[in-house]
């Protein structure tokens, strides 16, 4: 008898889903920046879930899609923008095109990893998760003897030298989470120094998020810090990849947002609904997408060997990320870092150079006087132009958002970063190479 | 050039007969006025409402300067600039090492397959967006096809695609078309009795071609030099590929698509290149004045094609083939690609497959219907404006009618993504009766494809017409033709050539552009096959299906292009019988 009522009401409960459904109808547009691999399944699954509805998918990289919600607002077409990058969405939101809307999901904790999942005022919500780390070409590394890496300081060693790529983070909203979490975890100059050990050893900085992967996948470049599912995928097409989360990684979510003046905004809701949905959960799990689910309860359904972020404390709960602090300098701490690595690639890779030589050397034959010379060439490597304080404070965030005191403006700070790593990059090769005479 | 000055002005017409053509009657006033209103609505316009940036203030929007001072104490930009320049003269020379014997070869002597080599030649212009990089990475990159062998060889490696020089070659390789197609079409339209006088006056050989021939292709060897230069100058793509980041246009656009940040420097460096692209016009137009090219002896199918001697015919084959080889790598590399299961860190595929046309093969028609009709409408617009635009500034004198060239001409500066900006910006607001806005419909995207592509048409309907006397215009004119008779009747038969390698032009890189594209397109339903490659190329299982619609693209491509070529061989042939 109980079985009987459970099952009848269910079948209500089945009859009100699809009743509500079918209250739904017409065109969902979604801009996105996922791959036709992503958006595909996630597609057909909508579609079925919600008979009459169609999901019109119009693929644009994160930057052309804000450009274009930005420039169409006055008669917006699209009803949800769906990509990676967080920052994407909080120039949306900066700019009040974002709708606020809380998904009916239930059983989506705060935070995965250290990073919360959705935007604290609800103008966008997470509905998947990534993790970096290293992935690399195996017939590459062997060809040329190279150890397999297992940490971010592994990549700062000189067998590695001109050997890894990684996507500037001034181009990548992802990557942008991974410096910040290393400038996080590790403090202000100590993390800068860590990322400039690490990118003197850099053959390529990309200006796209999936340069990295291709870069491997062809075997141009042997190592990359990339997200976690580019390898995965490239792994499940075939491809001789390996892949490995260090011990400290970051999480970086995924998210979907409903946009001002949605034309369909029933329509939208029901489409982020579905996102954060268990259905919709699980379809992150297929092979071809393979992204870490927000639900954990949808883990159950995973394979056997997929990282689950919400019990594995190396991915992304051992590091602290604090949003405001991050917030604060965002556009900062990117055009440090290409001011000072992207653009001054070459003088940075011929002073780590120079500093590997003569370490090498030491190693073999000891000098103090050498070695203060080469520990100095280390430290000018490392100098950055501005502090921690610096870097927050208003005058200079004002720079680049264009506030509306007069302070530096951005080309002449730039100008000044440049300057001040380029004179250093330049005296600590003349240092190492002064130590390397030293040490023969 | 003393010789074209004096072989050329035999044939001029006299001074004092050039007042007949040169007033402007109000048909060409009209005329004028079209195409300057088209050129503001399109480009001026759309173009202005976003680099209009560079001249303000950030944050309070004020009108400054300043922003060009800062572009001349940044380093980084100043550096930028040079290699730009740098990259832009040397890729010249390369290209015009690649050109000069294919079009002298193909166009002088009987050479068998003279049609399928300048389709050939041709193809690197049509070099699909991603797939095209990879493809020529895994070829000739550092752990490409040629290094891989190398150095298990040789034990050394060839950094063709590093650093400038690596830019220098990729440019030369995917632009020397422009030269090839604009040289051939002149050399084609020399008056053979200049080169029979000369022989008749004991010249011939090397010295022949230095002195006599060379100098009267002239105005298609500028016109395809002076294009490569803009192009390279103000290209991104092949820079941002090889990750040099220091040049020009790599700049701008790191610049005017980064999120977040309202820099004015991205609109300032685009302002830049506008007057760089408009100064190297200006200068090749400079270059060719006080001398005339133009020949009255029409139609014969110009220089006449010489038998060549069996060693002669074997030295050409291998230089054509050779320099075919190296300028189709990237598409032997792209076919490859399209049929290869997994490529990575080998000289070739591991295996090959047909999965990836098959999976491309439903969905691909619609793109290629859409790539056909894009194009084609684009090219036509453009060969169009491009013949118009060349006979007001040539055969009339309009003021400011050099403006109409150098507006149309600053388009090649212009970053695809800031027009497309322009385009929403301007036109989205318009709406149709039905309350869709204008931007939305496909003739948007074929606008923004046809004044991207104007350029390469304009350059070669301006040498076409170039090389065309104006007594024969006057001939006509004295035999009572009315002016619009005569250009139907003389002048555009004469140029049909020109007209045509412009279209061809335009239309093949039109049919591979993306940045604009990507920027205007609404749905799927719309969208061009550029647009379906960057879709499947943005993840690892897409690279073949990516690959395999690049070679459908291709393929598309030279098949149009061999028809054209077909219809000229035919039309010549057709005159040369009728005379």
């Not at chain 2, 408009?278 to 400079?286: C, P």
Request: aromatic share 10%; proline share 5%; hydrophobic share 50%.
């Amino acid at each position: 008898m109980l079985r009987h009522s459970a099952a009848a009401a269910a079948l209500i409960g089945a009859a009100l889903f699809t009743g509500a459904a079918f209250a739904q109808s017409g065109k969902v547009t979604v801009v996105t920046s996922f791959s036709k691999d992503v958006t595909d399944p996630f597609k057909q699954a909508f579609e079925k879930a919600h008979p009459g509805v169609t999901l019109d998918v119009q693929n644009r990289n994160t930057n052309a899609g804000v450009k274009f919600v930005e420039e169409t607002k006055a008669n917006n077409q699209i009803d949800v923008f769906w990509a990676s990058a967080p920052d994407a969405f909080e120039v949306l939101k900066g700019k009040g095109l974002l709708q606020q809307y809380k998904p009916k999901a239930e059983g989506i904790p705060e935070k995965i990893g250290s990073y919360p999942i959705n935007d604290p005022q609800g103008f966008y919500s997470g509905f998947a998760a990534s993790g970096y780390g290293i992935m690399w070409n195996d017939r590459y590394a062997k060809a040329n003897d190279l150890p397999e890496p297992k940490d971010w300081q592994d990549l700062a060693k000189p067998v590695y030298f001109d050997h890894v790529a990684m996507a500037a983070p001034s181009r990548s909203g992802t990557t942008h989470l991974t410096i910040e979490t290393i400038l996080q975890g590790e403090g202000w100059d100590k993390g800068w120094r860590t990322l400039k050990e690490m990118s003197g050893n850099f053959r390529q900085i990309t200006e796209r998020s999936f340069g990295v992967p291709e870069a491997v996948n062809s075997g141009q470049v042997g190592f990359g810090i990339v997200i976690d599912f580019f390898a995965f995928s490239s792994q499940a097409s075939g491809f001789p990849v390996k892949f490995v989360y260090p011990t400290v990684t970051t999480i970086v979510p995924a998210n979907v947002a409903v946009v001002a003046n949605a034309p369909n905004k029933a329509g939208a809701e029901a489409f982020v609904d579905y996102l954060v949905s268990p259905a919709g959960q699980e379809v992150l799990l297929e092979p071809s997408i393979r992204r870490l689910p927000v639900n954990p309860a949808v883990y159950a359904k995973a394979p056997a060997d997929y990282p689950n972020p919400f019990k594995d404390p190396s991915l992304g709960a051992r590091v602290k990320f604090d949003v405001d602090v991050s917030e604060k300098r965002s556009n900062v701490v990117d055009v440090l870092y290409d001011q000072t690595i992207t653009f001054q690639l070459d003088a940075l890779k011929a002073a780590t150079k120079a500093i590997h030589d003569a370490e090498a050397a030491l190693a073999k034959k000891d000098n103090a006087e050498a070695k203060a010379l080469v520990k100095e060439a280390r430290d000018l490597v490392a100098a950055m132009p501005i502090t921690e304080e610096q870097a927050a404070s208003p005058e200079i965030a004002g720079a680049f958002t264009g506030g509306k005191q007069k302070g530096a403006r951005q080309a002449e700070l730039e100008q000044q970063w440049a300057a001040f790593a380029k004179e250093r990059y330049q005296q600590a090769l003349a240092k190492s190479e002064q130590a390397l005479k030293l040490a023969r | 050039m003393a010789g074209a000055t004096t072989a050329g002005r035999a044939h001029a017409p006299s001074r004092s007969l050039r007042h007949l053509t040169i007033s402007a009657s109000p048909g060409q006033l009209a005329l004028a006025l079209g195409i300057a209103v088209f050129l503001a609505l399109f480009l001026v316009i759309p173009v202005g409402t976003v680099i209009y940036v560079a001249f303000t203030e950030k944050g309070t929007g004020a009108f400054t300067l300043v922003n060009f001072l800062d572009f001349a104490r940044t380093d980084l930009f100043i550096r930028s600039f040079w290699n730009s320049v740098y990259v832009s003269a040397m890729s010249v020379v390369v290209a015009s090492i690649f050109a000069l014997p294919l079009a002298y070869i193909t166009t002088r002597f009987e050479f068998r397959g003279a049609m399928l080599i300048q389709t050939l030649g041709f193809l690197p212009l049509i070099m699909p967006p991603f797939v095209g990089a990879v493809a020529m990475l895994l070829l000739f990159g550092r752990n490409g096809t040629v290094n891989l062998l190398l150095n298990d060889w040789f034990g050394f490696r060839i950094p063709f695609m590093e650093g400038l020089n690596g830019v220098i070659f990729v440019q030369a390789v995917h632009y020397f078309p422009f030269i090839l197609i604009n040289l051939s079409a002149a050399l084609r339209n020399i008056d053979r009795s200049m080169e029979e006088a000369a022989q008749n006056l004991g010249s011939s050989g090397f010295r022949l071609f230095r002195r006599i021939v060379f100098p009267l292709a002239m105005p298609g060897y500028i016109a395809g030099a002076s294009l490569v230069f803009v192009k390279v100058f103000d290209d991104l793509a092949t820079p941002l590929l090889l990750n040099v980041k220091d040049m020009l246009a790599p700049q701008a656009y790191l610049r005017v698509t980064s999120i977040g940040i309202a820099d004015p420097m991205g609109y300032v460096i685009s302002v830049v290149l506008i007057c760089m692209s408009i100064l190297a016009m200006w200068i090749s137009a400079r270059a060719m004045r006080g001398k005339d090219y133009a020949t009255v002896q029409r139609g014969g199918g110009g220089l006449s094609k010489r038998r060549m001697r069996p060693w002669e015919s074997a030295v050409a084959y291998g230089a054509v083939l050779l320099i075919l080889l190296l300028v189709l790598a990237p598409h032997i590399g792209l076919l490859l690609l399209s049929f290869a299961t997994i490529w990575s860190f080998s000289p070739l595929p591991d295996a090959y497959t047909l999965a990836h046309y098959g999976r491309v093969f439903g969905e691909s028609f619609v793109y290629v219907k859409n790539t056909l009709v894009y194009a084609s409408i684009a090219g036509l617009i453009d060969v169009v404006l491009g013949t118009a635009i060349a006979y007001l500034v040539l055969r009339t004198r309009l003021v400011g009618r050099e403006w109409l060239d150098w507006a149309a001409t600053a388009a090649l500066a212009i970053p695809g993504v800031v027009l497309g900006i322009g385009y929403l910006r301007t036109f989205y607001g318009v709406q149709l009766p039905d309350g869709t806005p204008l931007a939305t419909l496909w003739i948007t995207i074929v606008l923004a494809l046809a004044i991207r592509r104007l350029p390469y048409a304009l350059r070669a309907c301006y040498a076409a017409l170039q090389q065309i006397s104006v007594s024969l215009e006057e001939a006509a004119e004295n035999l009572g033709a009315t002016k619009v008779r005569t250009v139907r009747r003389i002048v555009l038969p004469l140029m049909a050539g020109g007209i045509l390698a412009g279209f061809v032009t335009s239309f093949a890189t039109a049919a591979v552009e993306l940045s604009a594209t990507l920027m205007l397109v609404q749905s799927n339903a719309d969208a061009p096959l550029a647009y379906g490659l960057y879709v499947f190329m943005q993840s690892p299982a897409g690279r073949g299906p990516g690959a395999a619609l690049g070679v459908i693209a291709v393929l598309l491509v030279a098949l149009c292009t061999f028809a054209s070529h077909l219809i000229i061989e035919k039309s010549q042939k057709a005159k040369a019988a009728g005379r």
